[in-house]
């Protein structure tokens, strides 16, 4: 893609930008959020007065133009009496673009003057055709994607003070994010909805206040049948998948849900694997945390606890198993009730056990299983803070 400017940074500093002076400019990626609010954002610095918006700003859905010539002239009539810029908005912009190529390309060449604005939304915007090379060259490119660089649970709190006047905890952040799977869109109505429920001036939201508010109610069904399950109670996450199927829930859903959680404790069980010499880290919780599970109380105690009823061995063959499991739902049980049967296998796979003549569960500190799992006392080392390491 061309070389722009992120969506992200301009938002997080909206009062220090302003909309290049070209006559086109290209909103690139697939994240409606970010596309909506630069939009708002751009409206407000050309339309700024809501009476004009009605003739001045327009929006044309890409896929049903009959005649390109119609934005062209929208955004090339100038205003007699107002001192608002004419924008024309093509959503889904794809087609426009290959279909108006030449026309686009000669009039982003060129600064606007006193012409009316193109916005063109599209999907791709390669880097190397004229027109993103024009724009780019006018800073007309802004790109919706997500930065690596960008730490996005900061952003998330920037975002919630600055526009919804509530304080996020940092682990409340990380906490949206992993619940939503990092849809800024739903992400920014949570935010909206835990402001209102504190009101103004309050405490910073702790991350409790998630699985109370965040979600539909089958959404926080899943999570906590993916919780169960990993905590090993297979009774409790096999009733919640029961329920969640009848009302239903895809199964690819529930398994990808369930996949984020478990890779992050095969991640963690993979580095306690580790030998000193290659960076094993000094305990559960700094092996959870490089893992990236949400730095809170509650969430590591949590993860810890499931860790360690499932042990290393099973704990480092959840990548495979998931891989298994994604390929079958994908094909021979994709539907009905072999999807929740091969779903069923995933959580008994997880099940805590015990050993024949005692009542402690496998992998909890203490018991047989555990000690024959190699996560029980007296095998696996310990650190300094007494907390044990998870054995190769």
């Given amino acids: 893609m061309a070389e722009s400017r992120s969506a992200l940074?301009?938002?997080?500093?909206?009062?220090?930008?302003?909309?290049?002076?070209?006559?086109?400019?290209?909103l690139v990626g697939d994240e409606p959020f970010l596309a909506g609010e630069l939009l708002r954002l751009i409206r407000g610095h050309l339309v700024p007065d809501e009476a004009d918006?009605?003739?001045?700003?327009r929006e044309f859905d890409g896929d049903s133009i009959e005649d390109p010539r119609d934005i062209f002239d929208e955004a090339a009539t100038v205003p007699m009496f107002a001192g608002a810029t004419r924008v024309a908005v093509v959503r889904s912009?794809?087609?426009?673009?290959?279909?108006?190529?030449?026309?686009?390309e000669t009039l982003g060449a060129a600064p606007r003057g006193h012409?009316?604005?193109?916005?063109?939304?599209?999907?791709?915007?390669?880097?190397?055709?004229?027109?993103?090379?024009?724009?780019?060259?006018?800073?007309?490119?802004?790109?919706?994607?997500?930065?690596?660089?960008?730490?996005?649970?900061?952003?998330?709190?920037?975002?919630?003070?600055?526009?919804?006047?509530?304080?996020?905890?940092?682990?409340?952040?990380?906490r949206?994010?992993?619940?939503?799977?990092?849809?800024?869109?739903?992400?920014d109505q949570a935010v909206q909805r835990l402001a209102g429920a504190q009101g103004k001036g309050g405490k910073a939201i702790p991350p409790e206040a998630i699985d109370d508010m965040v979600g539909s109610a089958q959404e926080r069904s899943a999570w906590g049948m993916v919780d169960a399950a990993a905590a090993g109670n297979a009774p409790e996450a096999l009733t919640a998948l029961a329920?969640?199927?009848?009302?239903g829930e895809n199964p690819i859903a529930l398994f990808a849900q369930a996949a984020t959680s478990l890779r992050r404790l095969a991640a963690a069980a993979r580095l306690l694997g580790l030998p000193p010499s290659a960076g094993r880290p000094g305990s559960f919780d700094e092996a959870l945390k490089s893992a990236g599970v949400a730095a809170w109380p509650k969430a590591l105690a949590q993860a810890r606890e499931s860790l360690q009823q499932l042990g290393g061995r099973r704990a480092r063959q959840l990548p495979q198993?998931?891989?298994?499991?994604?390929?079958?739902?994908?094909?021979?049980?994709?539907?009905?009730?072999?999807?929740?049967?091969?779903?069923?296998?995933?959580?008994?796979?997880?099940?805590?056990?015990?050993?024949?003549?005692?009542?402690?569960?496998?992998?909890?500190?203490g018991s047989p299983a555990a000690a024959k799992d190699g996560s029980g006392p007296g095998t696996g080392n310990r650190t300094g803070n007494g907390t044990r390491r998870m054995p190769t």
């Fill in 9 to 26: 940074e301009i938002l997080r500093a909206p009062d220090d930008w302003s909309p290049p002076s070209s006559a086109v400019i290209a």
């Fill in 53 to 57: 918006r009605s003739w001045a700003w």
């Fill in 93 to 104: 912009a794809d087609p426009f673009v290959t279909k108006c190529r030449a026309t686009l």
């Fill in 115 to 174: 012409r009316g604005l193109v916005i063109l939304d599209v999907k791709t915007f390669p880097a190397t055709t004229r027109l993103a090379k024009a724009l780019a060259a006018q800073n007309a490119v802004i790109d919706l994607a997500v930065p690596s660089k960008i730490d996005l649970a900061v952003w998330v709190r920037h975002w919630a003070r600055a526009r919804h006047g509530c304080v996020l905890e940092a682990a409340t952040a990380q």
């Fill in 176 to 187: 949206l994010l992993e619940r939503l799977n990092n849809e800024l869109g739903q992400v």
């Fill in 243 to 247: 329920d969640l199927l009848a009302n």
């Fill in 321 to 365: 198993r998931l891989a298994d499991l994604d390929r079958s739902l994908k094909g021979d049980a994709s539907r009905g009730l072999r999807a929740r049967l091969a779903l069923e296998r995933l959580i008994c796979m997880m099940a805590r056990q015990t050993m024949p003549g005692s009542d402690a569960p496998a992998g909890r500190p």
